[in-house]
């Protein structure tokens, strides 16, 4: 079955940084990947979705990059800030029947001012 | 808008009691789904629905059961609820572009 891992360990870096996640998968790629925030007691929000034939993707402070070669993801925030802090949650969907997505165990990220 | 909507926020419950979970959207999404999410094991998938009227399996279906008898509602169904069945439930709709959109979530403490 897929397996998806992300860093279990809070990523911890200073107000201003980059602050860079990564998500690794076995098995065949998925038709998409999905990146989504996660804050405490609340439901995940989704922030970007890159496709197979996309090797990267932006959307204001954040990149996202595809290498199906590598089998991974990276996810970028830029000049970071204490409100970034959350858990930040790597997702592959395949373009089977459900569309469903699987969804790794996240990486907590903290900003510190 | 409200988006997705669920109820109750938390519930205690008792071994072998049974308990429906409401899910509510606003957005006229066809596609829905229901995780639970459970500490170090991220969100899992237990059942979805692509439309109103179907409903299919996801990777933990045991011991529950959902319906979907309009596109709004995608109620999940305890029916006979175990300690094993503790967790954080999250509902949710897919957009025809793949974003998903997920309610506050349940938290469910069976006992």
């Known amino acids: 079955s897929q397996k998806i891992e992300q860093n279990s360990e809070a990523l911890n870096i200073q107000e201003g940084k980059t602050a860079t996640l990564t998500c690794n998968y076995t098995?065949?790629?998925?038709?998409?990947l999905q990146w989504y925030r996660q804050d405490p007691g609340r439901g995940p929000v989704f922030l970007l979705l890159?496709?197979?034939?996309?090797k990267e993707k932006r959307k204001e402070r954040l990149k996202v990059t595809f290498d199906t070669t590598l089998k991974q993801s990276l996810f970028h925030i830029t000049a970071s800030q204490p409100a970034d802090s959350a858990t930040y949650l790597c997702?592959?969907?395949?373009?089977?029947?459900?569309?469903?997505?699987?969804f790794g165990s996240g990486t907590r990220l903290l900003v510190r001012p | 808008t409200a988006g997705i909507t669920q109820a109750p926020t938390s519930q205690i419950l008792a071994a072998g009691r049974s308990m429906t979970l409401r899910c509510t959207q606003d957005?006229?999404?066809?596609?829905m789904y229901w995780y639970r999410q459970d500490l170090g094991l991220g969100l899992r998938l237990i059942h979805y629905s692509n439309t109103a009227g179907t409903t299919g399996k996801g990777e933990v279906p045991d011991g529950y059961s959902v319906s979907r008898a309009n596109t709004d509602d995608f109620p999940l169904t305890l029916a006979s609820a175990v300690p094993s069945q503790t967790s954080v439930y999250f509902c949710?709709?897919?957009?025809?572009?793949?974003?998903?959109?997920f309610g506050p979530g349940t938290r469910l403490t069976v006992l």
């Open positions: 890159i496709r197979e034939n996309e």
């Open positions: 957005m006229r999404h066809n596609a």
């Open positions: 949710a709709s897919r957009d025809p572009l793949g974003e998903q959109f």
């Open positions: 997702a592959l969907q395949y373009m089977d029947s459900s569309y469903k997505l699987i």
């Open positions: 098995n065949y790629s998925p038709a998409y």
